[in-house]
Each structure stands twice: as C-alpha cells, then as structure tokens.
C-alpha cells in the first residue's frame, strides 16, 4: 500500500464523492472528475492512504457513507482471484485508520461480526490489518464492552504463526493489553488461557511486544490476584521478567510495570519465596544497572546550566522510581540479602532516590537505608561523649517496616534556624554533670548528664545529609555536633 505524493493528496481530497461513487461500482462518475477512471480496489487504496492523512478526509469519508462501503466490501465471500483479496485488505485497512475518529464509532461498531469473521479466516494479511483495526477502536475505553466478543479470537490470534508480517502479533497482544483494563474483559482472557502466551512473549526480540506483554501481565494480576500469581510462577514468568529489566529489552512503560508486577507478587503469601527466586535471578543488579542507565541519558551538569532547570519526570518514571525503591526496601529487610545490596552499590541509588519529588519513594528509600544500616553512628563518636550506654537501639537490629516512624525531622530550638554547632562540655572538673553551650559560649538551659538518652532517630532528616554520610560527624574541635 504506497502512498501517493504529497501533490496529488491535496488534489485527490477534493475527489472524495467521486472516489466514493467508484467504490459503490459507479465507474461513470469518475469521468466527470480530476483524475483517471479506477476500479474499486484503486479507489479503496485512494481513500485508504487519504484516511491516513488527516482526520478532516476521515470525516469526509465517514460522512459520505464510506464505513458501511468498507464493512461490505471487507466481509464480501472470499473469491478466488488476487484482485478480490486485495480489495477486502484494502478495505479493513482504510476502516483501521477510519477506526481513529471518535465521530464515526457508532457506525464502526456495526462491523463487530465482520471483525470476527476476518479473525477467523487463515489469510496473515487479512488478519493483521483486522487486528490493526481492532486495536485502534480499543484505543477508546467506552468501546470495550462492545468489542468484549472479539476477547477470545485474539487470545487465541498468540497463536498464530509470523510469514508475511512481524506486527501480526504485536497489534494482537497491543488489543489484548488495551482491552485487558476492563475487568469482565481480563476475566475472559485468564479463562481462555492467556498466560503461557504471554509468557512466551517476553522472549520476544521486539521492545513493543515484550513491553505490551509485561503491561498486560501487570492488568491481569490486578484481576486474577493470588491464584494468578501463583500461576505465574508456575509458568516460570519470573525469570524472563527480572531478564527484561535492562536497558535495551523494554520501554519505560514495560520497565515500570515490570517492576510494579514484582512488587505486587512481593506482597502475596508466597512473597519472601519470590523475592529470594528474584534476587537469585539477578534483580539487584539489573535493576541498578537500569537506574545508571537511566542516569546516563541526563544531561552533562554544564548542558543543566544552560538550559536551566530539567523537564519535570513523566508520570511513568515516577513510578519506576517508586516501584524500584520498594523493591530495595523489601530486599535490604532480608538480612540474607543486605551484603548483596551494598556490594551491587545500592547506597548511592537510594540516597539519590531520596531526593525524588514523591513521597513514597522517599519513604522507601529511607526504609531501605535503614534496613542497610546506613544510619548508624561511628563508634568513635558513641566513645567520645560517653553515651554508648544510653543510644536508643535496642530494636537497631530489626528491620523497619511501613508501620515504624524513625524518620523525624531534627527541629531547631533557635530562633534564627542558624546551624550554630552545640559543644558538649563538662562545667568543671567537680562538676558530673555536662552543660551544653552554643558556638558562643552561653550555657544552653538543657544540661545532658552522662546517663542521658540520644535517639538516633532525631538526627534522620527527611532529605540527604549534605556530607553524604547519613550521621553526624564531629568537628576538628572535638566534641562538635554537625550536620
């Protein structure tokens, strides 16, 4: 199907009657138009590259009648000439782009029994500009429930073989997705087995086609729950997923919604099994990996200068961000796992995420840290003022869950909000008890005896440490505190 240039487009729009006249088998009309007599296929290829085009030539053609002449010439009986086969792939092809103006919905759904008719013939070509056509109308979520009839001959279109085209199966699986969001439509495809399809799809060279599959995959747990989950791992679709994690294997749709499937399936009864069957595959470090790619795409710090501040991130990024920190969350709570971590660098990744503008993924980022024990405080610190005793950690050990609150913000007493360093020192040498004073030498009202409590907890801000460190460090003074 080729298009015609650029000029004649302009010229053959005006002759859309004309074009029409001739697809009804009117050949006459033409005679009294700008361009040469054609048979119905030529027309049909006309008006097919002019729906293309623009939307106002889909809704002249619709105006004019042409979806009905389509849906008629594509479900006429097969005939045994080539001429008869091109004319109704010309046909279904031109109603797959009609298919992309709302205006003419109405009257595209009147061909939901061509569409299944064409589903089932062996023809790939014909099939494949059906699946086209399907695929746009499930574009539009107000259509689902009509086209709910064609959910079973698409799952079984997986498995149709590949000569003639590579996009066969992937408007298939692109229609499955779309239409999936409907819940009564993705009751349908678990009942008709579409799991092992999907899973065979991840092995799939094409981004397009393993994205779609991991989106769909994502839908359908929504709706199967724990039985579909269990499903999964059955049909091994762990370890194809965790291999997708990478920078060349899948879209940012598909990696977000890989990684929101892996947290998901974590929650479940079995999710300890599947998080250790993850970690063992690899998803620590491919998902590190990922996140360095991701980082290397931005903008050199002098290119940030220039143009100023960067473009805020999509809502898909922000949400691969956030499925990533949870999955560090869950794997730093195993203390098999913590080593694996830190060794793979998942500090300086979490750290990073802590600045994210969402608040879950600050939430778990700093759980991860945590659970890390990257917040501890230096021993020489803890020996230095004598508090070793008296350090709140008596639950140090046990990993944070959603439900602990150690992040609170240290507030400052002084009105000016100053980062004046507090010296703890003893008053005298008869005096026991320690006085802290500011950078001035003003006794602070509050004295701290040598038995006194210090919550680590207080000294975890909501946002990085500037040193990086995650503690407080003393100053070359001695007996400092800054941040």
């Not at 971590?341 to 840290?369: K, W, Y």
């Amino acid at each position: 199907m080729t298009e015609p240039k650029e000029r004649d487009k302009l010229h053959i729009s005006q002759d859309i009657p004309m074009l029409i006249e001739c697809l009804k088998g009117y050949n006459s009309a033409i005679n009294k138009s700008n361009i040469a007599p054609c048979t119905k296929y030529e027309s049909a290829m006309y008006l097919f590259n002019l729906s293309i085009t623009s939307e106002e030539n889909r809704v002249k053609i619709g105006s004019m009648g042409g979806v009905g002449y389509f849906l008629a010439l594509a479900g006429a009986k097969e005939g045994k000439d080539k001429e008869s086969d091109d004319l109704r792939i010309a046909s279904i092809g031109a109603l797959a782009y009609l298919a992309k103006s709302p205006e003419l919905h109405s009257d595209m759904l009147k061909g939901v029994s061509v569409y299944k008719e064409l589903l089932k013939t062996d023809k790939e070509r014909l099939r494949d500009a059906t699946c086209l056509c399907v695929m746009h109308l499930a574009m539009y979520p107000n259509l689902h429930q009509a086209l709910q009839p064609l959910v079973k001959l698409l799952v079984h279109g997986m498995t149709w073989t590949m000569e003639y085209t590579q996009n066969l199966k992937q408007n298939v699986i692109c229609a499955l997705h779309l239409l999936a969001s409907r819940p009564e439509n993705a009751q349908l495809m678990l009942a008709e087995g579409i799991l092992p399809h999907l899973v065979e799809a991840l092995t799939r060279k094409s981004k397009i086609q393993t994205s779609t599959s991991l989106r769909c995959l994502e839908l359908l747990l929504e709706v199967g729950e724990f039985p579909f989950a269990q499903q999964m791992c059955e049909e091994q679709a762990l370890p194809k997923m965790v291999a997708l994690i990478h920078h060349e294997r899948a879209t940012d749709e598909g990696h977000c919604a890989c990684l929101r499937t892996l947290l998901k399936l974590a929650k479940y009864p079995t999710g300890d099994s599947i998080m250790a069957r993850a970690v063992e595959e690899g998803l620590t470090q491919n998902m590190l990996k990922l996140y360095g790619d991701y980082k290397a795409e931005e903008p050199p710090v002098k290119a940030k200068k220039k143009k100023g501040k960067l473009p805020p991130l999509s809502e898909c990024q922000l949400n691969l961000q956030q499925a990533m920190a949870g999955l560090l969350a869950g794997i730093a709570s195993s203390e098999a796992n913590r080593e694996l971590a830190i060794d793979a660098g998942a500090r300086p990744v979490l750290e990073s995420l802590q600045n994210s503008v969402d608040e879950q993924t600050r939430a778990f980022a700093r759980q991860a840290l945590w659970n890390l024990k990257c917040f501890e405080v230096p021993d020489d610190i803890v020996h230095h003022f004598k508090l070793g005793d008296d350090i709140v950690c008596s639950d140090r050990d046990r990993p944070l869950s959603k439900n602990d609150q150690p992040f609170r913000t240290l507030q400052s007493s002084q009105a000016n909000k100053s980062t004046a360093s507090v010296n703890l020192t003893p008053r005298s040498a008869a005096d026991p008890v320690t006085w802290a004073t500011d950078n001035k030498g003003n006794v602070l009202p509050m004295p701290l005896t040598e038995r006194s409590t210090l919550d680590i907890g207080h000294f975890i801000t909501d946002q990085a440490p500037a040193s990086g460190k995650g503690h407080f460090v003393p100053s070359a003074g001695g007996g400092n505190l800054e941040p």
